[in-house]
């Protein structure tokens, strides 16, 4: 959903070009309300790309939380940062 308008035109014809376009509506209008909120203009291109990195970096887990730190943690051999829910809380243990 990041792509230019020339790029998204690739997808004509094919199963994503209906999807991206919901996507893109939907980014739109949800910019429009942060937009509201902020009361200061917010390019489409940089509210795309925010959304994009909050949902790289989702933790599936747990009501997809966003913990970006949650991906330097564990990059080694052996996992040495655990998580655990506790009712609604998340605890991270090391």
């Known amino acids: 959903w990041t792509w230019n308008a020339k790029d998204r035109a690739l997808l004509q014809g094919t199963e994503l070009e ?26 489409r291109r940089t509210y795309a790309h925010a959304c ?3 949902a790289s970096h989702a933790n599936p887990w747990f009501g997809r939380s966003l ?24 605890i991270g243990r090391a």
Do not use: G, M, W
Request: proline share 2%; charged share 35%; hydrophobic share 40%.
């Open 18 to 43: 209906a999807v991206v376009q919901l996507k893109v509506a939907r980014l739109d209008a949800e910019r429009r309300l942060v937009e509201e909120v902020l009361k200061e203009r917010v390019s």
């Open 67 to 90: 913990t970006p730190f949650n991906c330097t943690l564990n990059y080694s051999k052996e996992d040495h940062i655990t998580f655990d829910e506790d009712e609604d809380l998340v």
């Open 52 to 54: 994009a990195i909050v």
